[in-house]
């Protein structure tokens, strides 16, 4: 079934600016708020936070992502794509104003981490649909156009953000604030040009914001592919630029909070280059396209185990890469495999599911900081590496059951 939502017509007069630019403008200025504050780890680390507190606000915006996903794509249904993209913009802004305030309390910056999910939580299941419908409603567009394009403009976004935000605290002045003012600056440019774009949902195809989850959640092929898949794309990250860098902290002296931005940069750019090709893997009579990426997955994560052993940078950068290509691999055919499987009219609050089924992985550091206490990172880590593995032969068992008709 192609997951196209109900959508009005979009204006006839032609500008130079396409329809989607402010949607996407907004998706990769959120996109950039919410992984700017990832390379700077090391740097709250050394200003005298533990290695758990640093990792529990990394993972502090899931409290609001999680509640923001299952939600954002209701409201969207309700009150439009517009409003409430407009809505995660601000409050991405708002975000990084109280990051900036507070450096020296946690608690500020566990607020603006929280606000900071809510926001990206927008960006993820209102953002995307709202850039698929717009690419959809263009009859010059490809048919799989769309869905490339919304995860093109989040994944720059996730990859911009933080190298930028890394190459301005190593060297730039003020580098707990500097960082998030220059966010604050580009969400502010971005503002003005979101009610540009078109609303894509017809006043009556409206619904009640509030509503059960969505029927394709029961899906066997939601269940057996999607489900054992989904918290591996931000937990591939999480293990990448989160635990990683500061494995390998102790070798790299003044360096670290560069080195933190090169592994988070070269995660996600891995992430964005495979996507072209991850999209020429997929196919619509198997999940050999999730298969691939789970399979880089495990090879990511055995990978980790050795470069915690070891405590070798140059390893622990070869693993990102791996772990950055998996996460590309697995967004894109995931996202795929759910649009196929969606009925219209529930896109938007299933997007928000996957997502929030994705970032249940991003608590990854922090559970394996709590759990060090009891086993090594080179354990704990080949511990995921089995479990990654279990999923990837539940995928390989179900690849080709349960198909939607087309």
Not at 104 to 112: N, T
Not at 341 to 363: D, K, N, W
Request: charged share 10%; aromatic share 8%.
């Amino acid at each position: 079934m192609t997951a196209t939502a109900e959508s009005t017509p979009l204006p006839r007069e032609t500008t130079a600016r396409p329809a989607w630019f402010g949607a996407a403008g907004a998706v990769f200025v959120v996109g950039w708020g919410g992984n700017q504050f990832t390379p700077l780890l090391v740097m709250y680390k050394e200003a005298g936070y533990s290695t758990f507190t640093v990792d529990a606000l990394l993972g502090a915006y899931v409290v609001g992502l999680v509640p923001g996903l299952l939600l954002s794509g209701g409201l969207s249904n309700r009150y439009g794509r517009r409003p409430v993209m407009l809505a995660g913009t601000v409050l991405s802004l708002l975000a990084s104003v109280l990051i900036a305030l507070g450096p020296e309390g946690a608690g500020w910056i566990a607020a603006g981490r929280f606000l900071t999910g809510v926001a990206v939580a927008a960006a993820m299941a209102v953002g995307s649909t709202w850039i698929k419908e717009l690419a959809d409603a263009d009859p010059r567009g490809a048919a799989d156009l769309g869905t490339r394009r919304a995860a093109l403009c989040l994944t720059l976004g996730l990859g911009i953000g933080p190298g930028a935000a890394g190459v301005l605290a190593q060297w730039g002045p003020w580098p707990m604030v500097l960082p998030f003012a220059v966010h604050i600056g580009l969400a502010l440019v971005a503002l003005p040009f979101i009610p540009r774009s078109p609303e894509t949902l017809g006043v009556e195809s409206r619904k009640p914001a509030l509503s059960r989850l969505p029927v394709t959640t029961r899906h066997p092929r939601f269940r057996r592919i999607i489900l054992p898949m989904a918290p591996w794309i931000f937990g591939s990250c999480g293990v990448a630029y989160a635990i990683m860098p500061q494995l390998v902290q102790d070798k790299l002296g003044s360096w670290s909070l560069a080195y933190s931005t090169l592994l988070t940069v070269c995660a996600i750019g891995a992430g964005v280059g495979i996507q072209p090709i991850a999209k020429r893997v997929d196919r619509t009579t198997s999940a050999r396209a999730v298969l691939t990426g789970m399979a880089v997955m495990c090879t990511g994560l055995i990978l980790a185990a050795v470069a915690a052993d070891l405590r070798s940078p140059w390893l622990a950068l070869l693993t990102a890469v791996v772990l950055g290509t998996a996460y590309g691999i697995v967004v894109v055919s995931g996202l795929l495999e759910l649009q196929r499987l969606a009925r219209p009219e529930e896109i938007a609050q299933l997007t928000g599911v996957y997502y929030a089924l994705a970032y249940i992985g991003f608590l990854l550091p922090s559970l394996l900081a709590a759990l060090s206490g009891f086993a090594s990172y080179p354990m704990l880590l080949g511990c995921l590496a089995v479990i990654a593995l279990a999923g990837t032969l539940t995928v390989a068992r179900n690849s080709r059951s349960h198909l939607p008709v087309t």
